[in-house]
């Protein structure tokens, strides 16, 4: 295949690459609020989407990767345009690994939180039922066992 092709094929991947991963950066500045905003629906499907997105770049980057590799007729200049282009995709992975890993955290805390106020409320419902009057069939009233 010719030369100049790789070297598009190759920059336009990572050019695309670069464009995914800004885009899912800015989506986790937004993540908290989406959260709290309780649209976990269209959440899960967004991150579905992306998940199938980043599988099939994958699968590009081997194909990709591997003739890049095999070529040996690469000018010196375009194999640094690439290695600036593959840098630059590398740093924003790096941070979409931190930012992951924060958003990670923040969920963790947003289950705690919730498993807290379910298991208030478990609570609440338990003690609410043991001071619930109940009709006594032999008084024809209601009776509250205060000795609960």
Do not use: H, W
Not at 30 to 38: E, T
Not at 43 to 56: F, H, I, V
Not at 92 to 99: A, G, I, Q, S, Y
Request: proline letters at 1%.
């Amino acid at each position: 295949m010719a030369t100049s092709d790789l070297v598009e094929r190759t920059k336009d991947f990572f050019t695309g690459q670069i464009a995914f991963y800004e885009r899912l950066l800015a989506q986790y500045e937004s993540l908290a609020q989406d959260i709290q905003g309780a649209n976990l629906a269209e959440l899960l499907e967004q991150q579905r989407l992306d998940e199938t997105e980043l599988s099939a770049m994958a699968r590009d980057f081997e194909a990709l990767s591997a003739e890049y590799e095999a070529a040996t007729d690469l000018s010196d200049e375009d194999r640094a345009a690439i290695r600036d282009l593959a840098e630059r995709a590398r740093g924003l992975t790096l941070e979409l690994c931190e930012v992951n890993a924060a958003a990670d955290r923040t969920l963790g805390q947003c289950m705690a939180e919730t498993r807290t106020v379910l298991d208030d409320l478990a609570r609440g419902r338990d003690m609410l039922d043991r001071y619930r009057p109940f009709r006594d069939d032999r008084t024809g009233g209601a009776f509250v066992d205060r000795k609960v």
